[in-house]
């Protein structure tokens, strides 16, 4: 498939739909939108690999059930810059045993072996928890930040069950700081500049309690500090609204927060290119962007200019080493 340009840039599909065998497409007229564009030539890229690849019976018999559809790759990137660039993406799909020994539990204790220095740690929910890693990382005094769940009742969640709604957590960022560099209330400043807190149970193109906002304190200092910012935002109508949808829940030391499996971890860094395409196209730049100036400290934007500005500049590229999963949060910025 090759895309070509019109007039407003937009990518072209230079096949019928009928051509590219799409069932659901047959009959109907040529595409000459980038979107449809991209679903077609997604979806012969997907028909020529499952001729060749060794689980074609474990690809269809995932294709058959819409609960693990999400798994696997059914769209394409596009990335704008100097013309269009189509590329085709297909994801394998991957095995992850929670139970295994390298994702015990982490308790929201500060390790005991930072002995060297006073180490605490922060946990806040933010929607999708690739995009609450980096504003969190660039912050003086912030030693690691992990992607993972918490605020559930099920032991050892995966991002299956997670995102399907079935364990009760919530996507998070366990934030590990130096109070001596960096005070509590500077991270809420970030958390606050990197959400939408006035709606419940969503962040942006991503639906569902596991993706609600919520802050979850670990002394009872945090919780007066993050009770005090709530009210501060709220009463002063920030987002526009005295209604703000953002929980606090205080929780103990003991417990337990579960790391997201590792190929989710530092995703900013990882994959670059997916990372401002998937802010972006969900809608979560232009909202901070319109929220927030641009000096706005705390908030990140893919480009001040409003446009997606990741990848190469020529030629096509393909993110075939990237776990299929991811592909289901993906999907929702189309």
């Not at 070509?4 to 497409?25: H, N, S, Y």
């Not at 189509?86 to 929670?98: K, P």
């Not at 802050?215 to 703000?244: C, H, M, V, W």
């Not at 990140?300 to 991811?326: L, N, V």
């Amino acid at each position: 498939f090759v895309g070509a340009a019109g007039k407003d840039g937009a990518g072209v599909c230079t096949r019928t739909r009928a051509d590219l065998k799409c069932p659901e497409f047959r009959g109907r007229k040529q595409s000459t939108t980038r979107t449809h564009g991209l679903r077609c030539a997604a979806r012969m890229e997907v028909e020529q690999l499952r001729a060749t690849r060794s689980d074609d019976h474990h690809m269809d018999r995932t294709r058959q059930n819409s609960a693990n559809r999400r798994e696997f790759l059914r769209r394409s990137v596009s990335v704008v810059s100097s013309g269009i660039i189509c590329a085709v993406i297909a994801g394998d799909s991957i095995s992850w045993d929670s139970r295994s020994s390298s994702r015990e539990r982490i308790a929201l204790a500060a390790d005991n072996a930072s002995a060297t220095r006073k180490v605490e740690v922060a946990v806040f929910a933010g929607g999708c928890f690739w995009c609450m890693e980096k504003p969190f990382d660039v912050v003086a005094g912030v030693i690691s930040t992990t992607s993972g769940y918490c605020g559930g009742t099920e032991q050892n969640p995966t991002y299956k069950t997670v995102s399907a709604g079935r364990t009760g957590h919530a996507e998070c960022v366990r934030v590990e700081f130096d109070p001596s560099v960096v005070s509590y209330e500077k991270l809420l400043d970030v958390y606050w500049h990197n959400i939408d807190p006035t709606v419940r149970d969503r962040q942006f193109c991503d639906s569902g309690k596991q993706y609600r906002t919520a802050i979850f304190t670990t002394t009872p200092e945090q919780l007066e500090s993050a009770r005090k910012s709530f009210s501060f935002y709220r009463d002063n109508r920030t987002f526009g609204t005295d209604r703000l949808y953002t929980q606090i829940v205080a929780v103990d030391a003991s417990t337990a927060f579960w790391p997201a499996e590792p190929y989710h971890q530092n995703f900013y860094q990882t994959n670059p290119q997916l990372y401002s395409f998937y802010r972006f196209n969900c809608g979560r730049d232009q909202y901070l962007d319109r929220q927030w100036s641009e000096q706005a400290s705390g908030s990140e934007s893919s480009s001040s200019s409003g446009e997606f500005s990741g990848g190469s500049s020529s030629g096509r590229f393909r993110f075939r080493d990237i776990p299929a999963a991811i592909w289901q949060r993906i999907n929702r910025a189309f």
